[in-house]
């Protein structure tokens, strides 16, 4: 098992920077890829970065790109999610998630999720 609590959000004006934690628990965090997902009010939840067990190698949603920097602390046990110039349409609840095969882009990709952490950009 490994349990995932995120921490960060809050009310951000647009252009705004955060930056989210996500804190591990559990197993051997650097066993796992990590995941960034995001669910605006009644949108389904979409996939924001990923990063490999090592950190080497990550993955972004397009529209992310330049924004946002996934990293993390293994060390720590914790992975990031650095998010600057916000929009209004990065407004939603922020979830990490975890998996031994790193990768994934879809929900299905991960066996272990936080609770979430708002984050809402005002215009």
């Known amino acids: 098992q490994v349990q995932l609590v995120e921490s960060g959000g809050r009310l951000v004006q647009t252009g705004g920077s955060l930056r989210l934690s996500c804190a591990a628990s559990?197993?051997?965090?650097?066993?796992?890829?990590m995941g960034w997902f995001r669910q605006a009010p009644g949108k389904e939840r979409e996939f924001v970065a990923a990063?490999?067990?090592?950190?080497?190698?990550?993955i972004y949603k397009d529209s992310v790109k330049g924004r946002f920097t996934i990293s993390r602390d293994n060390a720590k046990n914790t992975v990031y999610l650095q998010m600057i110039s916000l929009k209004p349409e990065d407004t939603a609840v922020y979830s990490c998630?975890?998996?031994?095969?790193?990768?994934?882009?879809?929900?299905?990709?991960?066996?272990?999720w936080g609770q979430g952490t708002q984050v809402t950009v005002s215009s």
């Open positions: 998630a975890a998996d031994r095969v790193w990768g994934a882009t879809t929900p299905k990709g991960y066996n272990y």
């Open positions: 990063m490999s067990w090592s950190g080497g190698s990550t």
């Open positions: 559990g197993r051997t965090f650097r066993d796992y890829g």
